[in-house]
């Protein structure tokens, strides 16, 4: 029969218990009729990376195997106060000019209708499946979502509904407003 998993893990505990007893290892502290032997205290030398290699050992980063690597020893030097630094001792790095810019992805395709906002803190459309990307825009802006509510009723004449501060966000209108028109492109 073999024992209990509760009894292996008893006997496992007393014997690091035991283990753990300082008496047992042969550890000690000292006290005051005994002088703590000197040998007991030694330095510790941490050598450098640099120092730790031997002539044939490759070094492990690119800095050490530069040519341009320190030593201990060197010293800096910097140009005499009247002289000027030449500007062609420096390689000139060579940029391609970019011109800022930003352009949408074309989307699969766009809806323009009204729109209202409700305080569900969710947009919702009830053509599109949740999980869709859309960007609104309305004459404050747009803004780019994902969808991820049903509605608004077919009845209503409303195409989506936004939660509020992403409505005011792009209406471009009163806090009095209740709808706008919006033109929603799906991707």
Excluded at 93 to 99: D, F, M, N, V
Excluded at 110 to 120: E, I, L, Q, V, W
Aim: aromatic share 10%.
């Amino acid at each position: 029969m073999r024992p209990s998993r509760t009894v292996a893990r008893a006997a496992l505990t007393a014997a690091l218990a035991l283990g753990a007893l300082p008496g047992l290892v042969g550890s000690h502290e000292p006290s005051q009729d005994q002088p703590i032997d000197a040998a007991l205290f030694g330095q510790v030398y941490l050598a450098t990376t640099r120092d730790r290699q031997s002539a044939g050992i490759f070094l492990p980063d690119a800095a050490g195997r530069s040519d341009g690597a320190l030593d201990g020893l060197d010293v800096f030097s910097e140009p005499a106060p009247g002289e000027p630094l030449s500007p062609d001792e420096r390689a000139q790095p060579k940029l391609k000019t970019i011109s800022p810019s930003f352009k949408w992805k074309p989307p699969r395709y766009s809806m323009t209708g009204y729109a209202s906002f409700y305080d569900n803190g969710t947009t919702a459309m009830r053509d599109v499946p949740r999980g869709t990307t859309i960007v609104i825009c309305g004459a404050g802006g747009c803004i780019q979502t994902v969808v991820s509510d049903y509605g608004p009723a077919k009845t209503t004449g409303r195409i989506i509904d936004m939660y509020r501060p992403d409505f005011f966000r792009i209406c471009g209108c009163g806090w009095w407003s209740g709808t706008t028109t919006v033109t929603v492109r799906i991707y």
